[in-house]
Nanobody, 122 residues
Framework: QVQLAESGGGLVQPGGSLTLSCSAS????????MGWYRQAPGKQRDLVAA???????NYADSVKGRFTVFRDNAKNTVYLQMNSLKPEDTAVYFC????????????????WGQGTQVTVSS
């Protein structure tokens, strides 16, 4: 069983920065994709950033140039560095992982964190 533990959310003023982290635990050999989604009130959950094990990264257009996703494969941890935050970045941020190999078995389904609130307000 894979579990994800997130941390780093909070309240920040516009223009400020936050770093989210998410660690995966369980009997994990490797993880293909680690990343972040977010969901604002009344809106769908959208991709923010994704990072493959081979180093490919993908960002939503709205965060390009402001957010950086990076990972530590040895720790099965993914981070989201968020700079120049805007009020429209306010949302619950969800960590996800997919493409897990565990005890020789590949699992293609995604696993989700519990979500962490990020509020950008003055």
């Amino acid at each position: 069983q894979v579990q994800l533990a997130e941390s780093g959310g909070g309240l920040v003023q516009p223009g400020g920065s936050l770093t989210l982290s998410c660690s995966a635990s369980g009997s994990i050999t490797l993880i293909n994709v680690m990343g972040w989604y977010r969901q604002a009130p009344g809106k769908q959950r959208d991709l923010v950033a994704a990072h493959t094990r081979t180093g490919s990264v993908n960002y939503a257009d709205s965060v390009k140039g402001r957010f950086t996703v990076f990972r530590d494969n040895a720790k099965n941890t993914v981070y989201l560095q968020m700079n120049s935050l805007k009020p429209e970045d306010t949302a619950v941020y969800f960590c996800y992982v997919t493409g897990i190999t565990s005890e020789g078995v590949f699992y293609g389904n995604p696993y989700w964190g519990q979500g962490t609130q990020v509020t950008v307000s003055s």
